[in-house]
T-cell receptor
Framework: GQQLNQSPQSMFIQEGEDVSMNCTSS?????WLWYKQDPGEGPVLLIA?????ELTSNGRLTAQFGITRKDSFLNISASIPSDVGIYFC?????????????FGQGTTLQVKP | EAQVTQNPRYLITVTGKKLTVTCSQNMNHEYMSWYRQDPGLGLRQIYYSMNVEVTDKGDVPEGYKVSRKEKRNFPLILESPSPNQTSLYFCASSPGILARTPLHFGNGTRLTVT
């Protein structure tokens, strides 16, 4: 099936550092979503992007919908210990109004105090 | 409190013994979906439902069944579980058209098939 390639697979950083992760695909998407999963819980939506080029912030988080509609990135500024978790990108394919949502493989973030 | 509730949270079973994982949402959402999460593979969609009595296959439907007899419930059925179905399962729901109404996830069911 369709795939999203998310990188990096994992990151181990110092508290206070900035973080960047991205998702790419060979297909065009009409929606990009970024989720965070805390240990033992389900993913929770962080940011939703609906237009090519859109740049959206949520506190220390910033995400962008790539101009080509085939990629998206998520930045976290000044990381703190509670940023620890797994971050997933997800997308809905262009010209598609079905219920299929495709997830990336996830980026596991660890923050050292 | 608005939520998606899955049961059980943990389940250990043996190969071939039929099981059902229940999912219920109290938000009157039309859309519901099941995912499995495996290391290095992210979340993969098993089945989804756009409304009552409407279900469709996701990317990995083999070995699973679902039903949507009423809006609030969307059970996942494994008729004859196998060890490769050992995974972390998530149910999710959304108010309507998926692109504009992001998913609310349950807290997961960890299934082990021996």
């Amino acid at each position: 099936g369709q795939q999203l390639n998310q990188s990096p697979q994992s990151m181990f950083i110092q508290e206070g550092e900035d973080v960047s992760m991205n998702c790419t695909s060979s297909s065009i998407f009409n929606t990009w979503l970024w989720y965070k999963q805390d240990p033992g819980e389900g993913p929770v939506l962080l940011i939703a992007l609906y237009k090519a080029g859109e740049l959206t912030s949520n506190g220390r988080l910033t995400a962008q919908f790539g101009i080509t509609r085939k990629d998206s990135f998520l930045n976290i500024s000044a990381s703190i210990p509670s940023d620890v978790g797994i971050y997933f990108c997800a997308g809905q394919l262009g010209r598609s109004n079905t219920g299929k949502l495709i997830f990336g493989q996830g980026t596991t973030l660890q923050v050292k105090p | 409190e608005a939520q998606v509730t899955q049961n059980p949270r943990y389940l250990i079973t043996v190969t071939g013994k039929k099981l059902t994982v229940t999912c219920s949402q109290n938000m009157n959402h039309e859309y519901m979906s099941w995912y499995r999460q495996d290391p290095g593979l992210g979340l993969r969609q098993i089945y989804y439902s756009m409304n009552v009595e409407v279900t469709d296959k996701g990317d990995v439907p083999e070995g699973y069944k679902v039903s949507r007899k009423e809006k609030r419930n969307f059970p996942l059925i494994l008729e004859s579980p196998s060890p490769n179905q050992t995974s972390l399962y998530f149910c999710a729901s959304s108010p309507g058209i998926l692109a504009r109404t992001p998913l609310h996830f349950g807290n997961g069911t960890r299934l082990t098939v021996t």
